[in-house]
Nanobody, 127 residues
Framework: VQLQASGGGLVQAGDSLRLSCAASGRTGTFARYAVGWFRQAPGKEYEFVGVIKRNSNTAYADSVKGRFTISRDNAKNTVYLQMNSLKPEDTAIYYC????????????????????WGRGTQVTVSS
C-alpha cells in the first residue's frame, strides 16, 4: 500500500483545514492498517501528531489533542486529519504513514514503526 497526503495550504490562525491520506496499490488490506500522521517543521525533528488504528481508535499528541481529529473511510481507502483552531506553531509539512497491524497492536509514536510513507503536504498557518 502506498499513501499520499494532500489538502495542505495557507490559512490564518484559528482556521480549520482537513488533510487527506489516500491509499493506492494493494488497498484490499488497507482496513488492517494503522495510519499515523507526523509533521516536520523547518529545522526540527519529525513529530508524531496522531494515529488511527484498524478499529478506528485514535491517539494524539498532547500538542494537538482537542483540536485535531483523525478518521478513516475504508470504503474510500482514505484517512483524514481534521485540524481546527490552527496555530502558527502547527506550520509544518504533514506526512501520513501506515503499517499493517494485528488486533492487539499498541500505539506507536516513533517513525520507525510505520512502513508506508508518502510525500508530505505543506500546512502554513499565519498569525
Amino acid at each position: 500500500v502506498q499513501l499520499q497526503a494532500s489538502g495542505g495550504g495557507l490559512v490564518q490562525a484559528g482556521d480549520s483545514l482537513r488533510l487527506s491520506c489516500a491509499a493506492s496499490g494493494r488497498t484490499g488490506t488497507f482496513a488492517r492498517y494503522a495510519v499515523g500522521w507526523f509533521r516536520q517543521a523547518p529545522g526540527k525533528e519529525y513529530e508524531f501528531v496522531g494515529v488511527i488504528k484498524r478499529n478506528s481508535n485514535t491517539a494524539y499528541a498532547d500538542s494537538v489533542k482537542g483540536r485535531f481529529t483523525i478518521s478513516r473511510d475504508n470504503a474510500k481507502n482514505t484517512v483524514y486529519l481534521q485540524m481546527n483552531s490552527l496555530k502558527p506553531e502547527d506550520t509544518a509539512i504533514y506526512y501520513c504513514a501506515g503499517v499493517p497491524t494485528i488486533l492487539t497492536w499498541t500505539v506507536r509514536t516513533d517513525r520507525e514503526a510505520y512502513e508506508s510513507w508518502g510525500r508530505g503536504t505543506q500546512v502554513t498557518v499565519s498569525s
